[in-house]
């Protein structure tokens, strides 16, 4: 299993660009989630899904879009790029555990470092 | 909506010595987990240890334990015999235990360095 991936690992935007971070798990599990790591702060979470077709907002969603079309992948789109979001973009994965009805250990994928100039 | 606390920005320890990290948080609910994840240099979250609240007994993962209070909020990360390899930052964690959610709130984080 190569776990939770996610590319690009480095990207340089402009203001006012888009673009679209990818992540895919092949663990299958039914929970994804999009974190920020901003220098020297924890994760905040932007957008999460409990299955194919279901998305939520997380703490910090503004200027983020989502979509969840398989179970394997969940993108995250940035649409017109601003300086405010220059972060460490985390992919992260879990399984609901189906006797206690409750999501469980999220497994995270490498990251990527994005930097909006 | 939950709060954690990680109120010590920077520790050091000297290889091979003990080292405690603490972790508060805030909630009203009665059922959820707690973690720890360390972050070295490489930026991946390695998940250390991981808390179940109705459970009484500490978890403990070979050098790593937890000293886990549930009246007094308090989540502390214990590691004995602190080796070069433990420097990382160090993030508490909580997840409510909820089908519908699954969302964990990070702290702010402790970043270790173990001293040779």
């Known amino acids: 299993n190569a776990g939770v991936t996610q590319t690009p690992k480095f990207r340089i935007l402009k203001i006012g660009q888009s673009m679209t971070l990818q992540c895919a798990q092949d663990?299958?599990?039914?929970?994804m989630y999009w974190y920020r790591q901003d220098p020297g702060m924890g994760l905040k979470l932007i957008y999460y899904?409990?299955?194919?077709?279901?998305?939520d907002k997380g703490e910090v969603p503004n200027g983020y879009n989502v979509s969840r079309s398989t179970t394997e992948d969940f993108p995250l789109r940035l649409e017109l790029a601003a300086p405010s979001q220059t972060s460490v973009y985390f992919c992260?994965?879990?399984?609901?555990?189906?006797?206690?009805?409750?999501?469980?250990?999220?497994?995270f994928g490498p990251g990527t470092r994005l930097t909006v100039l | 909506a939950q709060t954690v606390t990680q109120s010590q920005p920077e520790m050091s320890v000297q290889e091979a010595e003990t080292v405690t990290l603490s972790c508060t948080y805030d909630?009203?609910?009665?059922?959820?987990?707690l973690f720890w994840y360390k972050q070295p240099p490489s930026r991946q979250m390695i998940l250390v240890i991981r808390?179940?609240?109705?459970?009484?007994q500490n978890a403990t993962e070979n050098r790593f334990s937890v000293n886990f209070q549930k009246a007094a909020k308090s989540f502390s990360l214990k590691i004995s015999d602190s080796q070069l390899g433990d420097t990382a930052m160090y993030f508490c964690?909580?997840?409510?235990?909820?089908?519908?959610?699954?969302?964990?709130?990070f702290g702010d984080g402790t970043t270790l360095t173990v001293k040779p």
């Open positions: 808390q179940e609240a109705y459970k009484q």
């Open positions: 909630t009203s609910e009665n059922n959820y987990y």
């Open positions: 964690a909580f997840m409510k235990h909820d089908k519908n959610a699954g969302k964990s709130t």
């Open positions: 663990m299958n599990h039914n929970y």
């Open positions: 992260a994965s879990s399984y609901l555990v189906a006797s206690g009805g409750a999501a469980d250990t999220q497994y």
């Open positions: 899904s409990v299955g194919a077709g279901i998305t």
